[in-house]
Each structure stands twice: as structure tokens, then as C-alpha cells.
């Protein structure tokens, strides 16, 4: 099955500084990835999503870029903060198979 | 809100006891999961129906069950619980079966005590 490892475990940044969280995926046939963000006590929320046609999607502040060769994809936070400050698993799956998920990324912005 | 509901929000039980998790997807989605989560395992996947039909078996126990009725809300049931069960239940939604953007709700968490 889909094995999908993330990293780091915990991230602190400075606010206004970048963050960065890495995944890579096992499964050369998953084609949909997808990133969670999950603050405390709430279930997780779906913040952005890629397809294996597309190398990068943005949206305002959150970027995702997938390399399908070498089968890893990273979640870009810029100008993070304090709202920011949550966990943020990554996830990949392939046709009507089950969403495979990352350990968890702990983002902690410092004011 | 992502528009998927659960209930109970907080449940403590004791060990060998049988409970039950509600889960209402968004309106219009016909497809339902169920994932628990624990500090040591993460998200886990349990279980999919879509449209009242078993989809999809994850890593769910003999003990657990699930149904989806014809209003589409589904329950989750637990039996003989152990200790090892004490976790977050979420249920998530989609519109079809493929899975692909699914939207979580708040979650069950649950104590065995």
C-alpha cells in the first residue's frame, strides 16, 4: 500500500518568515495530494489539493509544488502568521483507493 | 465549518462497553468515511460507504462496525472497547466515491476508561 513520510515533525518560524513541510509518497500510481490543516480540538481542513498533471498550484499565501519523478511534494507557507500556527498533514492517494496520511507537521509561529 | 456534523462530541465510557458515532455528511456528498486518530498511530482510515454500500475497508477491527442509512447519515459502532481504543473518531465526506476531496467534520473523541 501507499506509504507517504513528512517532514519535519515540528516547525517553528519566525512571523513573516516562510515555512516549508516535505512529503514523499511510495505509490507511483497516486495521483491526487491533498494538505490538511488541523487546529486544536477541530477536525482536519482541507486547505489545498494538487493533481498529478499540475506541478504547482497557489493560492494567496499556500503553494504546492509535486515532483512526480522523484515522487515527493511540499507545502510553501509565505508571510506565515500566528493563525498559521497548527498541524498540517500531507496525504496522497490513487483512484478509489483510501487517502494515505503523513505523521504530521507541528507549525508553531512565533510572534 | 466544513458542513459534515458529528455527535457525540465527547464520550467516556468503560472498558467492554458498546458505543455509537453519528456522522451527517454535507448535503448533496454520498460518499461517508470514517478515520480515527490516535498520538501514536495518526489518521487511520476505518471504512467508506457511498450511498448506503460498504466501499471500502481500511484498518478497522472485528469489533467495530458501520452502517449508512438511507438519509445518508452514518454511525459507527464500537464494541468491547479497550483502552486502546480511547481516540478522536472523524468522519469525513465527498461527493462520489473516488475520494479525492473529502471534507472532515469536528469529531468524537472517546475515553475508555
Known amino acids: 500500500g501507499e506509504n507517504v513520510e513528512q517532514h519535519p515533525s515540528t516547525l517553528s518560524v519566525q512571523e513573516g518568515d516562510s515555512a516549508v513541510i516535505k512529503c514523499t509518497y511510495s505509490d507511483s500510481a497516486s495521483n491526487y495530494f491533498p494538505w490538511y490543516k488541523q487546529e486544536l480540538g477541530k477536525g482536519p481542513q482541507l486547505i489545498i489539493d494538487i493533481r498529478s498533471n499540475v506541478g504547482e498550484k497557489k493560492d494567496q499565501r499556500i503553494a504546492v509544488t509535486l515532483n512526480k519523478t522523484a515522487k515527493h511534494f511540499s507545502l510553501h507557507i509565505t508571510e506565515t502568521q500566528p493563525e498559521d500556527s497548527a498541524v498540517y498533514f500531507c496525504?496522497?492517494?490513487?483512484?478509489?483507493?483510501?487517502?494515505?496520511f503523513g505523521a504530521g507537521t507541528t507549525v508553531t509561529v512565533r510572534a | 465549518d466544513s458542513g459534515v456534523t458529528q455527535t457525540p462530541k465527547h464520550l467516556i465510557t468503560a472498558t467492554g462497553q458498546r458505543v455509537t458515532l453519528r456522522c451527517s455528511p454535507r448535503?448533496?456528498?454520498?460518499?461517508v468515511y470514517w478515520y480515527q486518530q490516535s498520538l501514536d498511530q495518526g489518521l487511520q482510515f476505518l471504512i467508506q460507504y457511498y450511498n448506503g454500500e460498504e466501499r471500502a475497508k481500511g484498518n478497522i477491527l472485528e469489533r467495530f462496525s458501520a452502517q449508512q442509512f438511507p438519509d445518508l447519515h452514518s454511525e459507527l459502532n464500537l464494541s468491547s472497547l479497550e483502552l486502546g481504543d480511547s481516540a478522536l473518531y472523524f468522519c469525513?465526506?465527498?461527493?462520489?466515491?473516488?475520494?479525492?476531496?473529502?471534507?472532515f467534520g469536528p469529531g468524537t473523541r472517546l475515553t475508555v476508561l
Open positions: 448535503s448533496g456528498d454520498l460518499s
Open positions: 469525513a465526506s465527498s461527493v462520489d466515491t473516488a475520494g479525492d476531496t473529502q471534507y
Open positions: 496525504a496522497a492517494k490513487r483512484d478509489d483507493y483510501k487517502l494515505s
